[in-house]
C-alpha cells in the first residue's frame, strides 16, 4: 500500500511540474492549484445481497482531501484520499451474513472539464475523471452476542441463543444482535487462506460538478465509481466456506462501490483588491419629505416607515404606526381586558394577569388523562333521532385487581374476550351486546362451556358494568335489535377500545363459529421479574399469561394468521423487536404448524 501511495504521489509531482514549465507567469495567475475537503456516502455493490443495481446513498459515510493542479485551461491533475466505512447486511432464508470494513483509498485522476465548449465566464463546470486507485480494507462480521454466545438463525425470521435442531429447542429465547463486528473474516480463515493481502488496485470513474462561489472558492457535487480488481472486500468469494454463508456461495463479480458526495475547495490564485468606490454622505434620510406619502391605514405614519400598516381606523398608535401597548403584554391596549398589568409576563390571550387558580388550571388542562377538563361536544351527524344504547357484556370470570388467572390459556382462546379494570377488580367478560336477550344467551353458551360463574353485566350512567340481577334496573330491549343479535352473534369482526373516568376497556368480537376455531395472538416478549404495565399502556388486547416462572404479554386476537402478523408488524414498529404469532385452540395454546401455518412465512419482516 506504501508503495502504491508512494507512485501516485510522484506521477502527481511530475505532473505538477510539467504543467507549471509551460508558462511561469501565466500559470502563476490562471492555473494555481486548489484544495478541497468533502464528505460523501458509500453505496456498496459485492456478494452481500447479490444485486447489480441499487441505491448508491447509504448510511455508510466517507471523507475525502483533494488538491488540483491544472495542467492546462481544459486538464487537471488531482490527486485524491478518501476515508470510509463500508457496512453490509443479508437477511434471507439462504443465508445471514453481515460485514463492516474500514476503507482507505488514494487516487491520482486526470480531470476534464469541457473549456472547449463552454463560455469563459460561466459559474457551473461539468468534469469528468479518471485514474488508477490504491484500495486497502480489512473486512470483519458480527458472529457473537455481546455476552460470547453464537447468533442462531432460525426459519422463522429470530435469533436465539440455541440451533434449531438443538434436542432443548424448546428451552430457546430470542437474543439480540448487538452490531459489534468482532470477528476478523481474514483471520478466521473462512477463505481457505488467513494471510491473503487486504489491498487491491483500483479503477475510478468520476463524474460531477463545480459551482464557482467567487474567484476562489467552489462547490462540488460529484459521483465516482471505484471498480475494484478484489472480491475479498465483503470477505464473501465463490471459494468462502459453507459453515459461513449456509445455502448460498458467493458470486464470481469482483466488489465495487459508489462514493457521492459534495465537497468545498479553495484557489491560491492571486485576487487583485477592488478599486476604492466614493463614499456616500452619510446623512441620515429623511423618509417623511421624500415624496412617497401614501397612508393607507390613515394612522398618520406613512407606508414606507409604517411596521403595522393595516391598523383599524382611530387607534391610537407609536412612531412605528403600531397600535400602543401600555403594559406591555403583547395584547394592544384596543384589544386588552386589563389595560394596566401589573404583572405583564403572565398575562393570557385576553391581557389579564392570570391567577394562582387559573395557572393550576391550566396546568391540569394540560397534563389531562381522565378527560375531566376537556371540552366533549357530540354531534348527529345523521340527521336522525338518536336512541338509548344500552350495553351488556358476559362476565365468565372476576379476579383481583393485578392477580392473574389460573388457566390463562383457556380464556385466550376466546376471540371476543375483554378485560376491565374497575375498582379494586379485574373482570373478564365476552360480547358487547345492546339486548338483554342476546346477551343471557351467550351467558347460557358459556356455562355450557365450563364457565360456571358466567353472568351478565350492564353498563350503567356512570361507566360501570355491575350485574343486572340487583344494582342494576332491567332495561326495555330495543325491538329494533339487528338479527344477528337475536341469534346471539357478535358482529364479524371488528376491535374496539372504550375509556371512561373508571374504567378502561379493549374487546375484539368475532362470530360464534369464530370462537371455536383458532385464535391468533401476538406475544411481545417473556420476562422473568414482571414488568409494570405501564410499559404497555398504548397496546391494544394487552393480556398477561404466568407459566414457567416467566410473564408472557399477549396482544391482539385475530381469526386468521395474515391479520395476526400485520400486527406483529406494527408492535415491531413500536420497539417490541421480540415479537412472534402464537396460536391458541381449544384452550390451549398450540404451535403454528398444527394450525396449518409454515414457519418460513411466520416473519412477514424477512421473507414470504
Known amino acids: 500500500m506504501r508503495a502504491s501511495l508512494l507512485l501516485l504521489i510522484f506521477l502527481f509531482v511530475s505532473a505538477t511540474s510539467w504543467s507549471q514549465s509551460e508558462d511561469s507567469e501565466s500559470s502563476s ?35 475525502n482531501l483533494y488538491l488540483i493542479q491544472p495542467a492546462t485551461s ?71 452476542a455481546y455476552n460470547g454466545e453464537p447468533y442462531n438463525y432460525w426459519r422463522d425470521g429470530s435469533i436465539r441463543n440455541l440451533p434449531e435442531n438443538s434436542p432443548q429447542a424448546d428451552q430457546a429465547v430470542i437474543i439480540r444482535r448487538d452490531y459489534s463486528y468482532e470477528t476478523d473474516i481474514r483471520e478466521a480463515g473462512f477463505n481457505g487462506s488467513t494471510d491473503y493481502l487486504e489491498r487491491a488496485f483500483a479503477i475510478p470513474v468520476n463524474a460531477g460538478v463545480t459551482m464557482h462561489l467567487n474567484s476562489q472558492f467552489n462547490f462540488r457535487v460529484q459521483s465516482t465509481i471505484h471498480f475494484t480488481f478484489t472480491d475479498y472486500i465483503d470477505g464473501i468469494t465463490p471459494s468462502t466456506s459453507q459453515a459461513y454463508v449456509d445455502q448460498k456461495a458467493g458470486n464470481s463479480r469482483n466488489d ?52 403595522c400598516p393595516n391598523t383599524p381606523r382611530g387607534i391610537q398608535v407609536d412612531t412605528l404606526g403600531c397600535p400602543v401597548d401600555t403594559d406591555k403584554d403583547g395584547i394592544p391596549d384596543y384589544k386588552d381586558e386589563e389595560i394596566n398589568t401589573e404583572y405583564p409576563e403572565f398575562a393570557n390571550a385576553q391581557g389579564v394577569e392570570m391567577s394562582d387558580e387559573m395557572i393550576y388550571k391550566s396546568y391540569l388542562q394540560y397534563i389531562d388523562s381522565t378527560l375531566e377538563y376537556a371540552e366533549v361536544i357530540e354531534r348527529d351527524f345523521t340527521g336522525g333521532k338518536k336512541k338509548n344504547r344500552v350495553s351488556y357484556r358476559v362476565k365468565i370470570e372476576e379476579h383481583e385487581k393485578g392477580s392473574n388467572p389460573e388457566d390463562m390459556s383457556k380464556l385466550l382462546s376466546l376471540s371476543d374476550l375483554a378485560k376491565i379494570d374497575q375498582g379494586n377488580k379485574t373482570v373478564y367478560t365476552v360480547g358487547n351486546y345492546s339486548t338483554l336477550t342476546a346477551a ?19 353498563r350503567n350512567t356512570n361507566g360501570d358494568y355491575l350485574p343486572v340481577s340487583n344494582e342494576v334496573p332491567r332495561v326495555e330491549e330495543n325491538r329494533e335489535a339487528t338479527k344477528d343479535e337475536s341469534q346471539n352473534k357478535a358482529p364479524a369482526k371488528s376491535e374496539e377500545a372504550t375509556e371512561t373516568n373508571n374504567e378502561s376497556v379493549t374487546t375484539t368480537t368475532a362470530t360464534e363459529e369464530q370462537k371455536e376455531e383458532v385464535v391468533f395472538r401476538v406475544q411481545l416478549g417473556a420476562f422473568k421479574n414482571e414488568p409494570t404495565e405501564e410499559a404497555f399502556r398504548s397496546i391494544p388486547n394487552l393480556f398477561v399469561v404466568e407459566s414457567g416462572g416467566y410473564y408472557r404479554y399477549m396482544s391482539g386476537a385475530f381469526d386468521n394468521f395474515e391479520d395476526a402478523a400485520k400486527h406483529k408488524v406494527k408492535m415491531v414498529v413500536k420497539g417490541y423487536k421480540g415479537s412472534f404469532v402464537v396460536a391458541y385452540k381449544k384452550g390451549k395454546r398450540v404451535t403454528l404448524k398444527s394450525v396449518g401455518i409454515n414457519p418460513i412465512s411466520s416473519d412477514p419482516i424477512i421473507g414470504k
Do not use: C, W
Open 29 to 63: 495567475k490562471a492555473y494555481s492549484p486548489t484544495i478541497g475537503i468533502g464528505v460523501g456516502s458509500i453505496g456498496f455493490y459485492g456478494d452481500l445481497n447479490d444485486r447489480d443495481y441499487g441505491s448508491p446513498i447509504k448510511n455508510n459515510a466517507a471523507v
Open 74 to 144: 481544459y486538464l487537471n491533475v488531482r490527486f485524491e484520499f478518501m476515508l470510509g466505512k463500508l457496512r453490509e447486511e443479508e437477511r434471507s432464508r439462504q443465508r445471514n451474513v453481515n460485514f463492516e470494513s474500514d476503507i482507505r483509498a488514494g487516487a491520482l485522476l486526470f480531470e476534464y472539464n469541457f473549456d472547449h465548449f463552454l463560455p469563459k465566464e460561466r459559474k457551473v463546470t461539468p468534469f469528468i475523471a479518471t485514474g488508477i486507485e490504491a484500495v486497502e480494507y480489512n473486512p470483519k462480521t458480527d458472529l457473537l
Open 256 to 307: 465495487f462501490f459508489v462514493v457521492s458526495g459534495v465537497s468545498l475547495s479553495y484557489n491560491f490564485q492571486k485576487v487583485e483588491a477592488a478599486e476604492p468606490f466614493e463614499r456616500f454622505d452619510d446623512a441620515p434620510i429623511d423618509y417623511r419629505n421624500s415624496g412617497n406619502t401614501e397612508d393607507f391605514d390613515q394612522d398618520g405614519v406613512i407606508d414606507l416607515i409604517d411596521n
Open 440 to 458: 343471557e344467551n351467550r351467558a347460557a353458551q358459556m356455562k355450557q362451556k365450563g364457565f360456571d360463574n358466567s353472568a351478565v353485566l350492564q
